[in-house]
């Protein structure tokens, strides 16, 4: 019975060491991705980002693609997961309102993860192209088709809802893609302030809210009250 637990708590304890380890490698890997890209980015790179040994990245990941791939995967399921549990009876402005700001919590938190999918896309997708279009297009469309229900039930202005979509990802991305150029443009040399993602985030709520007729503005609220599903 002792030896059969003590092979739990040591399954255990490697279970969780697994589970650390990986998550630093693939924090890490935002980061060289990041600020490198694909080809540009090595495993030695992430293993130094990582503090760890570079075998532990072929070990929990196999090759440079593999992990790329994975940081790719996590990085549009943290999007997605913030638009996810909508339906057509939910209310437009208060849905609208909490995605925006969902989206610009994770350019201000995870700015690097905008910028790994950015410099995936202008280099022409080639790694993702698959996914963007089949199972990203598939999602757009049952969104969209939910946006176009709220529209036929007088909830909405008239509005293309696919283009309304990649609208509001523009508009919140570019602050963690261009946040070097803003910065600058706002005069802040140390970089954007919580104010100034505040800002932005009403910024576009308005813009949003005004264009598809939906006006009062919500009530704003705080990074802790914002939910990431909806």
Known sequence: MASKDKNID????????????????LEAAERVFADNGFRGATTAAIAEAAGLPKANIHYYFGTKE??????????????????????????????????????MELSKNRPEASRVFANELIRGAPRINEYLSGDLKAWVGRKANIL???IEQGKMAPIDSTKLIFHIWAM???????????????????????????????????????TCG??????????????LSI
């Open 172 to 210: 919140t991305q570019t602050w963690a893609d261009f946040e070097v150029q803003w910065s600058a443009l706002l005069g802040n040399a140390e970089g954007l302030t919580d104010a100034d993602f505040e800002d932005a985030t009403n910024s576009i709520i308005v813009t949003v809210l005004r």
């Open 214 to 227: 939906l006006m009062p503005i919500p009530s704003r609220k705080t990074s802790t009250e914002l939910p």
């Open 10 to 25: 040591i399954n255990g304890n490697q279970g969780r060491i697994r589970q650390e380890n990986e998550k630093r490698i």
């Open 148 to 150: 176009d229900t709220w």
């Open 66 to 103: 593999k992990l790329y791939r994975t940081v790719i995967n996590d990085i549009v399921e943290l999007w997605l997961s913030s638009f996810r549990e909508i339906t057509a009876e939910d209310d437009p402005a208060s849905t609208l309102a909490d995605y925006i700001r969902a989206k």
